[in-house]
């Protein structure tokens, strides 16, 4: 609980009751909410079971939540290797694709020995992998996306049909191929049309996608040619969804340099845009399941959108093509779904954590069935008053630009900073690149505020949020212009006098690592730097990561090999004799996106220079560590890191 009288102490040496213990004790990840019948789930990311994804139940009125997948089942896949669409539920019954052995597995009401649909992987290291399933009834088959690595080399992605009534011998028969990559199949209501969507190397799937129709003829074959109906190579199509009446498709398109909302009739085989704006209905497709509108019934579409970096939840006449804005205390949103006057989203904001959240339509309340964190709401704690409030900022970069940042400042009711000292900041870099910062309470944020260092998470340019333009300032720019964005929000604070310039440090994991190392190596300005399973070789990433993001580095960077000599002049790795400042590095001994050889290579160019340098690997871990443990073990190293290597605060645990 907070003190009575706040003691003058240095920034960055604060105490604070926001502690690694208690963030991985009481934190759980929430994503993909589903609705079938009436009946809502949802999955959560345990850290305290070694990271394990399972299908949660909502509880009926007056009981408890139940788990659905049973130990040791692990609801996740690894399609793209950042999975996403693992499972579904669909007349009370989950399919779901284990993580473990990749198999596709069938649990029905109230069992706990799911059954297997697929095979196992006849000793492949890999095998079959499936995600972004939907059940066709009608023809008793799960319709998904299939990711078969039994030939070795590159894997070949289809479209798959599984025979729910097989005995897990079959790995499914492809109903679409000839891509390097598919997503969103969408069966019409009356089955007799499949819609998904497709895309080639170079492309990501914010680049541009190609949206297919097809006729399937008595057996559920394809019948005949598809008929692409939208996007293309600069066009990103994300979620494509059958009207109710099954005579149109609603998707989000780009081709008006924001992700909005469209209609395709069929009748007309025309498209219009639903709600123009200057607004992204849409968001990177990095996993699979995601969903950002829904129909609640035959003439309303319930949808989130972004502005300005923040989110808001609205509803959309389809009669009038009219947008009315829902007035909620939450500033992020996914994974909407909906059915008639019930909406379930996943929702947060900066000072709620991600929730699920039940909205009635009918009266406009709402009602929150399960939390991230519960810490909040323990009163013997008293955490919400360590809490930073958050300022949206926007602050002038390269080339007359602007660029986008969310500012925390220290802050800790038991302590004052000494008179005419002013904060440490670390500058934040999210991941992607292509994605954004999150407005959703983060405690790992608070961990550094509460103890008296501020905080900038940079929306640098190449992020997600503000309009296919913004977006596109990182074509080819990766290590430049996210790099400038870094230093020019932190020289934005500086010059309103609101930190300390000596003590500024910069933190990011995957590409948020990349910008890292190079704003250290290319730039003298930060003081310091961690790297969570950073790029330190672009060349290397080009050359050794996995399909999905095998040919991104062409559009960050250029064609490699062509342009070797760019890549070599963006690596940290080859210019680590500019790196002079401290740096921690932390890695998962299962990274497939970064191997750990990247980031050891880094540390033993600085290591023979005898720069002060940290590196923690992290066993069963891949990109992104999800086990209570390492979690745990990151944020104090960092902050220990820092306060001996930068701040000379002192330990503050």
């Known amino acids: 609980m907070p003190t009575t009288t706040p003691k003058t102490a240095p920034y960055g040496a604060w105490k604070s009751p926001i502690t690694s213990d208690l963030i991985v004790a009481q934190a759980i990840t929430l994503s993909e909410v589903r609705l079938d019948n009436g009946a809502i789930y949802w999955l959560e990311g345990r850290p305290q079971e070694r990271g394990r994804s399972v299908v949660v139940r909502a509880a009926a009125e007056g009981g408890e939540n139940v788990d659905i997948t049973p130990l040791p089942f692990n609801a996740r896949t690894q399609v793209h290797e950042y999975g996403g669409g693992a499972w579904i539920v669909e007349n009370g019954v989950l399919y779901f694709s284990n993580?473990?052995?990749?198999?596709?597995?069938?649990?029905?009401?109230?069992?706990?020995?799911?059954?297997?649909?697929?095979?196992?992987?006849s000793g492949q290291?890999?095998?079959?992998?499936?995600?972004?399933?939907?059940?066709?009834?009608?023809?008793?088959?799960?319709?998904?996306?299939?990711?078969?690595?039994?030939?070795?080399?590159?894997?070949?992605?289809?479209?798959?049909?599984?025979?729910?009534?097989?005995?897990?011998?079959?790995?499914?028969?492809?109903?679409?191929?000839?891509?390097?990559?598919?997503?969103?199949?969408?069966?019409?209501?009356?089955?007799?049309r499949l819609m998904w969507l497709a895309w080639d190397h170079p492309n990501m799937p914010w680049n541009g996608t190609t949206l297919y129709l097809a006729e399937l003829d008595d057996t559920g074959a394809v019948a005949g040619e598809p008929e692409i109906i939208a996007g293309g190579p600069e066009e990103s199509i994300f979620q494509p969804e059958w009207s109710p009446d099954g005579n149109a498709v609603i998707?989000?398109?780009?081709?008006?340099?924001?992700?909005?909302?469209?209609?395709?009739?069929?009748?007309?085989?025309?498209?219009?845009?639903?709600?123009?704006?200057?607004?992204?209905?849409?968001a990177p497709q990095w996993v699979f399941g995601m969903s950002t509108f829904a129909f609640a019934g035959p003439d309303?579409?319930?949808?989130?959108?972004?502005?300005?970096?923040?989110?808001?939840?609205g509803v959309v006449d389809l009669a009038t093509n009219v947008l009315r804005t829902l007035e909620t205390p939450f500033t992020q949103f996914a994974s909407v779904r909906a059915d008639r006057e019930q909406v379930v989203v996943l929702a947060g904001s900066p000072s709620l954590p991600a929730s699920v959240i039940e909205f009635d339509l009918g009266t406009g309340q709402h009602r929150t069935l399960k939390k991230a964190t519960d810490i909040l709401d323990r009163a013997d704690l008293g955490i919400a008053g360590y809490l930073s409030s958050v300022e949206a900022v926007e602050f002038p970069t390269t080339g007359g630009n602007m660029a986008f940042g969310l500012y925390y400042r220290p802050h800790n009711p038991d302590y004052a900073g000494s008179v005419g000292e002013k904060p440490p900041l670390l500058v934040k870099v999210h991941g992607g690149p292509t994605s954004a910062a999150s407005s959703t309470l983060n405690l790992g944020i608070h961990y550094w505020t509460s103890r008296g260092i501020a905080v900038l998470d940079v929306n640098y340019g190449g992020s997600t949020g503000f309009g296919r333009a913004y977006r596109d300032r990182l074509h080819r720019n990766w290590g430049v212009v996210d790099v400038d964005d870094c230093i020019n929000g932190a020289r934005f604070l500086i010059e309103r006098g609101l930190v300390d310039p000596k003590r500024i440090v910069i933190t990011g994991g995957s590409a948020g690592g990349y910008t890292t190392l190079a704003a250290l190596a290319f730039r003298d300005f930060f003081q310091g730097g961690a790297s969570h399973y950073g790029v330190s070789d672009a060349?290397?990433?080009?050359?050794?990561?996995?399909?999905f993001e095998s040919r991104y580095m062409d559009w960050l960077i250029g064609a490699y090999p062509e342009e070797e000599a760019l890549y070599r002049e963006r690596s940290p790795l080859f210019h680590a004799e500019r790196l002079s400042k401290p740096v921690i590095f932390f890695q998962g001994d299962e990274d497939a996106v970064v191997p750990p050889n990247q980031t050891e290579m880094m540390v033993d160019a600085l290591r023979s220079r005898g720069t002060p340098v940290g590196y923690l690997l992290f066993s069963g871990e891949q990109h992104g560590f999800r086990q209570a443990a390492n979690i745990k073990r990151a944020l104090d190293a960092e902050l220990y890191f820092y306060a001996i290597e930068v701040f000379g605060t002192g330990l503050t645990f």
């Not at 995600?131 to 894997?155: K, S």
């Not at 008006?256 to 709600?275: G, K």
């Not at 319930?302 to 502005?307: A, G």
Request: proline letters at 7%.
């Open 300 to 313: 309303r579409i319930v949808c989130t959108y972004s502005e300005a970096g923040l989110w808001r939840l």
């Open 99 to 121: 993580f473990a052995d990749g198999r596709l597995y069938r649990q029905e009401t109230g069992s706990v020995e799911p059954q297997p649909l697929t095979p196992e992987s």
């Open 251 to 282: 998707f989000v398109s780009d081709r008006s340099d924001w992700w909005n909302l469209y209609r395709f009739e069929l009748s007309s085989q025309a498209s219009r845009p639903i709600v123009p704006m200057a607004a992204e209905f849409g």
């Open 539 to 547: 060349a290397a990433l080009a050359r050794d990561t996995h399909k």
């Open 125 to 192: 290291p890999d095998g079959w992998r499936f995600a972004d399933g939907i059940i066709d009834a009608g023809r008793n088959r799960w319709i998904g996306v299939r990711e078969d690595h039994t030939a070795g080399g590159e894997p070949v992605n289809a479209i798959v049909a599984v025979d729910l009534a097989g005995t897990g011998v079959e790995p499914g028969n492809i109903l679409a191929g000839g891509h390097d990559f598919f997503s969103s199949p969408r069966l019409s209501p009356d089955g007799r």
